[in-house]
């Protein structure tokens, strides 16, 4: 699933400090995303991110 958000390094650090399963951190992509990938107790992974021009 993917989550579209503004924030994305602010909610990062956010849920991190959480306890959230980190499967990578944010990171530029080459398809114009800035992204990171989460994963749930229960192993669903979860991805949140922005468009590169909007971050």
Same mark, same amino acid.
């Given at each position: $699933? ?5 924030? !994305? %390094? +602010?909610?990062?650090? %956010? ?6 399963? !980190?499967?990578? /951190? @944010? $990171?530029?992509? @080459?398809?114009? $995303?800035?992204?990171? $990938?989460? /994963?749930? @107790? %229960?192993?669903?992974? *979860?991805?949140?991110?922005?468009? *590169? +021009?909007?971050?």
């Amino acid at each position: $699933m993917f989550i579209f958000c503004d924030e !994305v %390094d +602010s909610y990062f650090a %956010d849920i991190k400090s959480k306890g959230a399963i !980190v499967k990578f /951190a @944010p $990171m530029d992509e @080459p398809y114009g $995303m800035r992204d990171f $990938m989460i /994963a749930d @107790p %229960d192993g669903n992974h *979860l991805n949140f991110g922005c468009e *590169l +021009s909007k971050k």
